[in-house]
C-alpha cells in the first residue's frame, strides 16, 4: 500500500471523535472541518499550571467579543444613551448575560460534538430547513458587514476627511489586511484583535473621565424599566442593541473558531477544553459589555444631559463631543476608536461568512473572494443610502441594520439549544438542565420581544 496515498474517509484524521461516542446522531464524515486552513493549528498545554492551559484557549473569546461592539453598536448605544439616558443600560446587561450562555453553548458543541452550527444544522435537517437558515445567516452577516462599512467609511472621514461615498468603496480594501494576518498564522489574527480592542478600551476610558458622567444614575440604570414594554421607540432601540449584542453569525463564529485549538479526543480532555474555552469567552464578553457600556454612558453623560436627545450619526457624535466635553482629543480619540471597531469587525466577518458558507454547503472558495462577494453586497446598500439620502441617514441605516440581525436571532438560537440539549447528539458533553434552561428562557425573551416589535410595527 502506498504511504504516501491519501487515507479514505475511515482512517481520515479529520473524522471526529466523537463520531465513535454519538454513533449516527450525527451524519458525520461529509467533508473536512470549517476553515481547515486553520484547523487544530493552535497548540496547546495538556499539562502544567492552569494559568498556562488557560493561555493556550486565550484568543476566540476576543475575536467573538469583536461582534458585540462593532460600529451597529455604537449607533444603537449612542442613539439609546441621547434620547434616554443610561435607562438602557440594563439591556446592554441582559443582552452581554444572554451571549455569555449562548456562547458557552457554542463552546461545547464545538468541542465537545466536534462540529460548528452550520454543520450540525446542514447534518440534522432536511435541506428544505437546512437552505433557509444558511440564506438566514448570510443575511444577518450582510447586515453586519454594511455597519462595518459604515462605520470603517465614517472613521476614515473624520481622521483623514475622505469622503463617505469613497471611503465606503475603500472598505472592499480591508480584504488584504485579513491576507496579510492569515500569512503568519492565526494566532497573529488574534494578537491583532486584542491590540486594537485595548486601543478602544483606552480610548472610551479617557472620554468618559472627560464626560463626568453621574456614578450614581449609572448603577440605577442597569436595574430594568417597564418602559421596554410601554414604550414602543425604546423596545426599537432596546431590539437593535440586543441584536447587536448577541448577533446571530457570532454563534456560527464561535463554534467553528474554537476547533482552532489541538485538544486531546479523550472525554477528560474535552471536558475541560470545554471549561476554559468558556472561560476566554466569558472574559472577552465581560470587555465587550465594558466598552459598550462606556459608549452609552459617554452618550448619556454628554448628549442626553446636555438635551441632546437625537444624537444617531457618528459624525454628529463626533463634532458635539469638543464643545460638550470642552476637549479637541475627545473627538479624535472617538474617531480612532471607530476605526480600530470597523476594522476588527471586517476579521470576524469575513471568518463567520466563511463557517456559515463552509458549514452550510461544504462549498469551499478562497477566503479572499467569499470576503469581496459579502464586501460588495453590503456596499451597494451604502453607497444608495450615501448618494440619495444623504450621510445624515447612515446612522438610521445603521440602527436598522442590527434590528435586522436582532430579528434573525431565533433561527440561529432555537438549533443551537435544541442540538447541546440533546444528550443523543451531545453524549457526555450535552449541556446540563441548568444551563439548557437558561438558554431556553434567553430564547424565549428574543422571541417575545421580537414578536412584540413585529406587533407595534404593524400598528395592532
Known sequence: MDPHAPKSRAESPIKSASAAVFGTAWRVGRGPPSM????????????GPFWRKLLAFLGPGYLVAVGYMDPGNWATSLA???????????????????????????????????????????????????LPLWLSAELAITATDLAEVIGTAIGLNLLFHIPLSIGVILTAMDVFLILALQAFGFRWIEAFVVALLGV????FAIQIAFAHPDWGAVLRGFVPTSGLFT????????????????????LYLHSGLVQTRAIGESRQEKHEAIRLATIDSSIALCLALTINASILILAAATFHR???????????????????LGSTLAPTLFAVALLCCGLNSTITATLSGQIVMEGFLNWRIAPWLRRLLTRMIAIVPAVVVT????????????????VVL?????????????????????GPFVAPLWLSALAVATAAVIIILNAKLAWDFLGF
Open 36 to 47: 481547515m486552513e486553520v484547523y487544530a493549528s493552535v497548540q496547546t498545554a495538556p499539562r
Open 80 to 130: 439609546g444613551g441621547s434620547k434616554f439616558g443610561y435607562a438602557l443600560l440594563s439591556v446592554a446587561l441582559l443582552s452581554n448575560a444572554m451571549a455569555i450562555i449562548l456562547q458557552s453553548l457554542c463552546t461545547r458543541l464545538g468541542v465537545g460534538a466536534g462540529r460548528d452550527l452550520a454543520q450540525a444544522c446542514r447534518d440534522s435537517f432536511p435541506r428544505w430547513v437546512s
Open 200 to 203: 478602544i478600551a483606552a480610548c
Open 231 to 250: 414604550n414602543s421607540e425604546m423596545l426599537y432601540l432596546a431590539l437593535g442593541i440586543l441584536g447587536a449584542t448577541v448577533m446571530p453569525h457570532n
Open 306 to 324: 446636555t438635551g441632546q436627545t437625537n444624537v444617531a450619526e457618528l459624525d454628529q457624535a463626533h463634532a458635539f463631543l469638543a464643545p460638550l
Open 387 to 402: 448618494l440619495l439620502a444623504g450621510e445624515k441617514a447612515t446612522g438610521r441605516l445603521l440602527i436598522l441594520s442590527q
Open 406 to 426: 436582532s430579528l434573525q436571532l431565533p433561527l440561529a438560537v432555537v438549533p443551537l439549544v435544541m442540538f447541546t440539549s440533546s444528550r443523543r447528539k451531545m
